[in-house]
């Protein structure tokens, strides 16, 4: 097939080479003993769980190996808590997304391509598993519906991913590299609550107890796929209008309450705790950490896993690490360079960047709220603005605010090294080597979607994530009143933007408007002014610019989204 007739482009991943003990006393066996193919390689659980890991890699990359925004980035970029920022020379692609503007950059129609091959190549990979399941000989039922369960809903997040950005998009359930049009969102929709429905019902409950977190960390539970339906439910039946094929409210709220029920989950008594940079100083002369955080980082003497144990909060992590290299092996979180300080450092924060700054309206909204110096970095309050290297990082930056985004900061330690500088992790490289792990899902959000969908226990959930927070006077449930609560405990968690469309594209793009046009911002030092159109939003109903090349490859086959 020639590049032409392959719009998504999709990594080798058909072969997978292992290492094989065995040889064969048969004289005419012609099978490879080096090396095993899609024909051999699956016969065992063994064989399976290794493609798992594959598939969880696939996912991994989206970040990791993205040469664009990323979903998570960009979900902040086309919320009204964030502006596009970077560099004030940089190429105003970022300012593209966060105005739904392509005239801010009109060379710039190919934004998401790394992230498009990216998800459609995991994608592949999970369809490769689910082809041969039928082939692998399974020593127990649970244990098919384990390694099937993580493997179908990998493939929903992917999926759920790719529609929330673009709507219609192409659909694969086999492992194949053609062309194919778009199909209609609600076909999407239909397999990824088939998906996290068959992974709910067969993952068995104890599969990843919460007692072993420390080691299984990051793993899918059926608790995790209970809650992304949930998820999945509120976002369609919200933007679509309707109930998705498959899944009912009440069928919705059946799966949270069941989260809850299991009691393997908590909220983490500190909610500052749940972040590494909004709970961590580095040691004076000495490269370690001072630091309450929850989750996985190292320090000087090795790696840690929370104060003894990872947080059960934590429901569903996308893990990292610090080995990513330039040969193609990619696992590091790649979207922490871009939330750094515009080419400088101010301890602990560490250089990036500069992308994301954060709205003032929104540090004035929530300026009362506990949680707010949790999740944002404050440039005078830390004193940046005072320091030798802000006058260059302020005229190198764009939309500057003196505010920017807190809880996947990157760090650096007491003379300005970065982490992996100090302590000589992987390439060292600041792209390449920060490695927090991201969290897609935690118990707050299940307590307040519980809440949501009109479970007889809304008040106390919703009381519970106030309290946590250090909220003690008592506020009465609403739609509007959880809205609220959601902005500002999922800050800059990606969950922004998706609550504003899920209300209704006139909804979002009139919030986004009012709260970002006018703002005044200062690019390269100069003032300017934020312009951002409610008709800009409405006119893409939210969605996204598909990447113009793979347009171009796919011979007429796939079609941009509206107004780009």
């Not at 490769?128 to 809903?153: F, P, V």
Request: glycine letters at 8%; a negative charge.
């Amino acid at each position: 097939m020639t590049m032409k007739k392959s719009f998504i482009h999709i990594a080798s991943l058909t072969v997978l080479l292992v290492s094989l003990a065995a040889c064969s006393e048969e004289f005419l066996d012609t099978e490879s003993k080096t090396e095993s193919n899609t024909q051999t390689f699956y016969k065992t659980e063994a064989d399976a769980d290794m493609a798992l890991i594959g598939c969880y890699d696939g996912w991994q990359c989206t970040v990791s190996s993205s040469t664009g925004p990323g979903f998570y980035i960009a979900s902040e970029m086309l919320s009204d808590h964030c502006f596009g920022g970077s560099g004030n020379g940089d190429p105003r692609n970022w300012q593209v997304l966060d105005r739904f503007d392509q005239s801010e950059s009109p060379a710039d129609k190919n934004i998401y391509e790394s992230d498009w091959k990216n998800y459609y190549a995991a994608i592949y990979r999970c369809n490769e598993l689910l082809a041969h399941e039928n082939q692998i000989n399974w020593t127990s039922n649970e244990e098919k519906g384990r390694i099937i369960g993580e493997c179908r809903t990998i493939r929903a997040i992917l999926y759920f991913d790719l529609t929330r950005l673009f709507g219609d998009i192409p659909l694969f359930t086999k492992p194949v590299n053609e062309n194919r049009p778009r199909v209609a969102a609600d076909s999407i929709y239909n397999l990824i609550i088939k998906d996290l429905k068959y992974a709910a019902e067969n993952i068995p409950a104890d599969a990843y107890p919460t007692t072993n977190r420390n080691t299984t960390d990051g793993r899918i539970t059926k608790y995790a796929a209970e809650a992304l339906l949930a998820r999945v439910y509120l976002f369609y039946s919200g933007y679509y209008g309707k109930d998705p094929a498959g899944c009912t409210k009440d069928q919705a709220l059946t799966a949270v309450e069941d989260v809850i029920k299991s009691e393997q989950y908590d909220l983490e008594p500190k909610y500052e705790d749940l972040w590494m940079p909004a709970c961590t100083k580095a040691a004076a002369k000495e490269y370690s950490w001072i630091t309450t955080y929850a989750g996985k980082y190292c320090n000087a003497d090795g790696w840690h896993s929370g104060q003894g144990t990872i947080s059960k909060e934590f429901i569903l992590n996308l893990k990292f690490n610090t080995t990513q290299d330039y040969d193609g092996n990619a696992d590091g979180n790649t979207s922490q360079a871009y939330l750094g300080i515009r080419g400088a450092t101010c301890v602990p924060f560490a250089d990036g960047w500069g992308a994301c700054s954060v709205n003032p309206k929104f540090i004035n909204k929530f300026s009362s709220d506990p949680r707010l110096n949790a999740s944002v970095v404050d440039y005078k309050a830390i004193g940046f603005e005072d320091s030798v290297n802000f006058v260059s990082s302020f005229n190198d930056t764009r939309e500057y605010t003196g505010y920017a985004t807190k809880k996947y900061s990157p760090l650096c330690f007491y003379n300005g090294k970065r982490e992996s500088v100090g302590l000589q992790l992987g390439k060292q490289h600041k792209v390449i080597t920060y490695y927090l792990d991201y969290t897609v899902m935690r118990y707050a959000d299940v307590l307040l979607m519980a809440a949501e969908l009109g479970s007889a226990n809304a008040q106390t959930y919703f009381n519970w994530v106030r309290e946590r927070a250090g909220l003690t006077t008592p506020k009465a449930i609403s739609k509007e009143a959880i809205m609220h609560e959601r902005e500002i405990e999922f800050a800059f968690e990606g969950l922004r933007y998706w609550d504003l469309l899920r209300q209704g594209i006139d909804v979002a793009a009139s919030t986004i408007a009012a709260n970002q046009n006018g703002v005044p911002v200062k690019s390269g030092g100069v003032d300017e002014t934020m312009v951002t159109s409610a008709a800009n939003i409405i006119s893409k109903k939210g969605l996204q610019q598909i990447p113009n090349n793979q347009i171009t490859l796919s011979d007429g086959v796939l079609t941009p989204n509206a107004g780009w």
